[in-house]
């Protein structure tokens, strides 16, 4: 089994910055990637962004491009989320994505985190 943890989330007033951060843990062989995805009320679940862990490649949406930064922590198979000029319309609940190659055969899958909350209001 693989156990995806958020942290980080809050109240934040427009304009402030926020960091979340996920780790990942359990039987854990190698991680491909991780990403944040966010989910607000009434609304699909929508890609922030995410970065691979085995190279250099990172992908923001469009509405978080250039206010925030994806960065990871591989020794500890952990990413960051730091998010700067928060708007309301970020509110929402944040997951953290994992796809792991889990032990002992290899196996391909991904893992979702419970989630945390952000929410942009003044």
């Known amino acids: 089994q693989v156990q995806v943890v958020e942290s980080g989330g809050g109240l934040v007033q427009p304009g402030g910055s926020l960091r979340l951060s996920c780790a990942a843990s359990?039987?854990?062989?190698?991680?491909?990637?991780m990403g944040w995805y966010r989910q607000a009320p009434g609304k699909q679940r929508d890609m922030v962004a995410t970065?691979?862990?085995?190279?250099?490649?990172?992908v923001y949406a469009e509405s978080v491009k250039g206010r925030s930064t994806i960065s990871r922590d591989n020794a500890k198979n952990t990413v960051h989320l730091q998010m700067n000029s928060l708007k309301p319309e970020d509110t929402a609940v944040y997951y953290c994505?994992?796809?792991?190659?889990?032990?002992?055969?290899?196996?391909?899958?991904?893992?979702w985190g419970q989630g945390t909350q952000v929410t942009v209001a003044s």
């Open positions: 994505n994992a796809d792991v190659l889990t032990t002992p055969f290899m196996r391909r899958n991904n893992y």
């Open positions: 359990g039987n854990i062989a190698n991680i491909i990637a």
């Open positions: 970065i691979s862990m085995v190279d250099t490649n990172t």
